[in-house]
């Protein structure tokens, strides 16, 4: 039976890794890259540097980037993931044919626990290999640290949700702190603005990061037209914020 | 102006130490651990066996560990807390003014930014130190990365609460998934247990891992037990839980 070890690697800062990430990098026969088409090579160059970084001149052999499938966006959204994530395990397991390795290593951007599905993905397998996951230090977590604030207020609690879910639900009630992750489309901008405080961040950890924070109603432009500039700029961004209602 | 970085270390295991947090160990003059009565004399060690294995020999003269006050728990929550915060900022004063240092460092469990009030006592220094935060791994990543399951349900939202505020409040509305903190009163047995899971995790990360999951329904007995018993076993506990609503 093979072993699969998922690794957190973090939001682009090579400096996110964890001891035990550099261990696991170190134990692997074979360490996949999942490649997406809509990544710019530099964010691919990236996952091999973070590798020769451990490995030095060895990383080459083994390291193998793999192209993912790409999601079908039409249609049912639930659906849709599902066909993907089926696509995507076919995927593995051609990468994984492709050389005798018993231990596997994967890299994740963030955790693999958060809004990330190669847990899900590694559950499709057949043969199941046995599973591991090496924590790694979330987008949510560059976003706090950068900004220097804490996530939760004092005995509150915190909502953690997608900008999909945020645009169609609006704001959760009961939560005096929303975090939302995967938005590609600004969905604070269908919110009422009014009371609302907002920490946004794009290329957390990394040199080119960007930091935009204040009362959502007079930030809301200015992070809209950054985050088009930026990533016109760059050809991709990944960028997460957190809402804050003010008491 | 003093600079004071807030070092996240995760939950007990040197190997969540990221690559950041070790050349922010060695860049500091002076490293404080701050030490709370209830904590046993292996919690305090541990810190400084992270330290040495990021310092070496030298570890021992830049450390520093210093005493924090006890939090009245009798009387308003808020208000207890926040006079405890006052003394607790006047303790690391004091530790500041010890040594002549201007890079100073503190470790901190887990990640600075959750459910940990370092942020907010360093807000109250004076005169106020520059101030950097490095992200570590949290409790919830490592009982994750333990049970080997995602956080999130695709496309859903996740709350972060704590003990307190499930036992007064209940199941949050609209949650799949509720991960629990700071919670030393086993809170989910005041929640009705039908339709919930359970993923349950105690020193996480460390050699003493104890993980237990399953149906609440007939979890809740045994997470009691095991939590009583492996706090009488080692003087204190650390530990934290996920609940998830069946589809």
């Known amino acids: 039976m093979k072993e699969l070890t998922l ?5 682009g800062n090579p400096d996110h890794l964890t001891r035990a990430g550099e261990a696991a990098i170190r134990e692997a026969e074979l360490i996949l890259i999942p490649r997406k088409g809509s990544e710019k090579s530099d964010l691919a160059d990236l996952r091999r540097t973070i590798c020769a970084s451990v490995l030095g001149p060895e990383a080459d052999d083994r390291v ?3 192209d993912l499938p790409v999601r079908d966006a039409s249609g049912d959204y639930r659906q849709g993931v599902d066909s993907w994530h089926d696509a995507i395990a076919l995927a593995w397991s051609k990468a994984l044919e492709t050389r005798a390795a018993s231990r596997v290593a994967l890299l994740v951007w963030g955790d693999p626990s958060l809004y990330d599905s190669s847990l899900r993905i590694a559950g499709r397998l057949s043969p199941m290999p046995k599973i591991a996951v090496v ?11 950068a900004h220097a604030i804490p996530l939760n207020a004092i005995n509150a609690l915190v909502v953690i949700t997608t900008g999909r879910r945020l645009r169609d639900d609006g704001w959760p009630e009961a939560a005096s702190t929303v975090a939302v992750m995967l938005d590609g489309e600004c969905s604070f901008t269908h919110l009422d603005p009014k009371g609302l405080d907002i920490w946004w961040g794009a290329f957390l950890g990394m040199e080119n990061q960007i930091l935009l924070k204040g009362p959502l109603a007079s930030m809301t432009d200015q992070i809209v037209r950054t985050r088009q500039d930026a990533r016109a700029r760059h050809g991709w961004i990944m960028d997460t914020y957190l809402l804050k209602r003010r008491d």
Do not use: C, E, H, V
């Not at 924590?135 to 640290?145: D, E, N, R």
């Open 7 to 11: 690794i957190g690697i973090g939001t």
């Open 64 to 66: 193998l980037a793999f």
């Open 135 to 145: 924590p790694g230090i979330t987008a949510l977590q560059a976003l706090t640290a």
